[in-house]
């Protein structure tokens, strides 16, 4: 008789367990349970199969935090995180690898620049009133960073391309959740437009931040539209390029769809500004692409005072810039419903000046914004929303001017670089870097009006980054080889 296998005693107990937790466990716990098996087994499989399920679940922080009957010891994008570092470390013992590689395989263009944002911004925690509100805002960057390591030690020259899908995939499902909700999903009366519709939110709670993920997604998916077509055109034959192409080509569509019904003035100013700087990057000659550049705002200014636009967004862009511009101090301001959100806003800047004229060196320390919102709001504004509504007035509210400098540098550095990959010698991975270049300019123009590093966005991020750093790598290997 044959001794049973080993594969066969391990199940043995592992059956039993599952069938106590179907008979005494309610659903909801049978369903994290479930997830958190299949998560595992799919990083078993691969790490970047880990990574997939990781970008579509951590938006849903917010629904989770306000919808779900029962809540998570933490939120789902860490747990994502953490899951997906585990398997990293574990794959890497398993096949005798070094757990941290060594320097020069870690070691990106712009690591000194987020190394000294993160080293200015934790020094502010010295300042901050809440060290708890300072350790979340800075544990995002942290993980950024990390983010960035893990992928770049990871990845293959190929494998980047499954970080797109996995970005773009997570905006589309976003995006027909707010598609849903623009048709009366949500029934948030609140955001009703115009008596019909509702303002999109997606899983993310607010209108801005959902029409900012589907902003910095745009440009991406727009140019991996194009990547995939120019690869196609040039083999000549039907194949995967053909189908990613037409995948690409309908994720922009859906994905302009949330953005448009999300009513986010700065997602679609944002939008505008990174589809001027497509123009301007495509061409290979900086003077053609001036001349791209000088066209498309050409036939912007044109489709604005023609009245190609519809006339509810010409109406909505318009009288927002006016009010701006019509304000000098929000405390003269007689509000009204119509004014209500842009005084608002202008509100929370104003407070953030007042924090930054206050401590103009170390700010109220990262995070702690809503903290010291109650020692600097003005009258009729004592309700702290969170953050300033300008993610620059935001960090010189709470980093100070330092901190603001090493912000720009950060993203001085990372546009730099795009820039120079975009003249990478492969079709696709070319146009890629085009579209991330529109997603930083995105990105730059939408943080005058939201924070958009909220509900995980900054993990999305990261996986951007990330694609940047391989892509450089690719280039340098490329002019290596033809030296």
């Not at 070691?107 to 300042?127: E, N």
């Not at 773009?168 to 499902?173: K, L, T």
């Amino acid at each position: 008789m044959n001794m049973p296998s080993l594969r066969f005693i391990l199940g043995i107990p592992l059956a039993i367990a599952a069938a106590l937790l179907i008979l005494w466990q309610p659903v909801p716990v049978l369903v994290v349970v479930a997830t958190s098996v299949g998560l595992l087994v799919l990083g078993l499989i691969h790490p970047v199969a880990l990574l997939l399920p990781l970008l579509i679940l951590s938006p849903l922080r917010v629904l989770i935090a306000t919808e779900a009957q029962f809540q998570l010891p933490i939120d789902i994008g860490q747990i994502g995180l953490i899951s997906y570092l585990g398997v990293y470390v574990g794959t890497r013992i398993s096949h005798s690898q070094r757990v941290i590689p060594s320097l020069s395989k870690l070691w990106h263009p712009f690591s000194a620049s987020l190394l000294l944002f993160i080293v200015v911004t934790g020094l502010s925690g010295v300042v901050a009133d809440s060290v708890a509100a300072w350790l979340l805002e800075w544990l995002k960057w942290i993980q950024i960073f990390l983010l960035v390591m893990v992928l770049v030690s990871s990845f293959t020259q190929v494998s980047w391309e499954w970080l797109v899908f996995g970005l773009v995939v997570a905006g589309v499902a976003n995006a027909l959740i707010g598609i849903y909700e623009f048709f009366g999903g949500s029934g948030a009366l609140h955001l009703l437009i115009n008596n019909r519709f509702f303002r999109a939110f997606g899983t993310f709670g607010q209108p801005n931040p959902f029409g900012g993920f589907m902003g910095l997604l745009l440009p991406i998916t727009v140019m991996a539209a194009l990547g995939y077509g120019v690869r196609w055109w040039q083999n000549k034959k039907l194949d995967l390029s053909v189908v990613l192409a037409i995948f690409y080509a309908l994720s922009t569509v859906v994905l302009l769809m949330g953005m448009l019904m999300s009513w986010s003035r700065g997602a679609w100013l944002g939008l505008g500004a990174a589809f001027l700087v497509l123009g301007l990057a495509i061409p290979y000659s900086l003077k053609k692409g001036l001349i791209v550049f000088g066209v498309v705002g050409c036939f912007a200014l044109v489709a604005w005072t023609s009245g190609l636009l519809p006339q509810s967004i010409v109406q909505r862009l318009e009288t927002s810039t006016q009010e701006f511009f019509a304000f000098e101090d929000v405390r003269g301001v007689d509000i009204t419903p119509d004014n209500y959100a842009v005084a608002e806003r202008l509100a929370h800047w104003q407070a953030a000046l007042n924090m930054f004229t206050t401590n103009p060196w170390l700010g109220v320390g990262f995070g702690n914004y809503a903290n010291a919102y109650p020692q600097y709001n003005l009258m009729n504004w004592q309700e702290p929303l969170g953050h300033a509504h300008n993610y620059y007035l935001n960090l010189l509210a709470e980093v100070g001017i330092i901190g603001l400098l090493a912000y720009g540098k950060v993203w001085v550095t990372i546009f730099l670089r795009t820039w120079h990959i975009r003249l990478h010698p492969d079709a696709l991975s070319r146009y890629v870097a085009i579209g991330l270049l529109g997603a930083w300019v995105y990105l730059a123009v939408h943080s005058f009006f939201d924070n958009l590093y909220v509900n995980n966005l900054f993990l999305h991020l990261g996986v951007m980054l990330s694609i940047v750093v391989v892509l450089s790598k690719e280039v340098y290997s490329s002019l290596r080889m033809n030296l």
